[in-house]
């Protein structure tokens, strides 16, 4: 599958609000209620991009992925947010019909490289753990709760 990695372009918020929305309904289905995927989620999506598109600090990372012309993926680091003095991997997501395509890898390659790393994924999970697991990452042991998603256990790896 042909792919372009570009940075995201403010024109892109709205493209990606549903990008992102779309690809946790496919990730975590069996972990949410139906009902979390509301008008309101969706327009939280949209806020946040725009903050994100904004936000000029350099040492954040974001890239997106583009295939036939679609905004297929995308990926966000910067900064340890949990006090870690290693660079995090804040988001990583990517269309289910473009797994196995080696844009994943891309989107890593071009946030992280291979630099030394922190990143949270979520207990049920598998895909997500096995692609981490082969870029050098594993567990700590450390977890954590969303109090807004109490249903969704996030696991520490770190590389």
């Known amino acids: 599958m042909d792919f372009t990695l570009r940075a995201p372009e403010p024109a892109d918020v709205e493209t990606l609000a549903q990008l992102h929305t779309r690809c946790w ?9 139906a009902d979390y995927f509301t008008p309101e989620q969706l327009e939280s999506r949209r806020t946040l991009w725009g903050r994100l598109l904004a936000d000029q600090n350099p040492a954040l990372r974001r890239v997106v992925a583009e295939s ?9 680091a ?3 947010l949990d006090g870690e003095d290693r660079l995090q991997l804040y988001s990583l997501y990517l269309l289910a019909q473009c797994h196995g395509s080696g844009i ?3 989107l890593l390659d071009a946030v992280l490289g291979d630099e030394p790393a922190v990143l949270w994924v979520a207990r ?12 050098g990452f ?4 450390a977890e954590k709760t969303d109090p807004g998603l109490p249903q ?6 770190l590389r």
């Open 25 to 33: 309904k496919q990730s975590y289905a069996n972990q949410l209620p």
């Open 138 to 141: 594993a567990f700590d042991g």
């Open 104 to 106: 994943g890898q891309g």
């Open 68 to 76: 036939q012309g679609e905004l297929v993926g995308f990926a966000l």
């Open 152 to 157: 969704m256990i996030e696991l520490r790896m």
């Open 124 to 135: 049920g999970n598998p895909r997500a753990t096995a692609f981490y697991r082969r870029n």
């Open 78 to 80: 910067g900064p340890g």
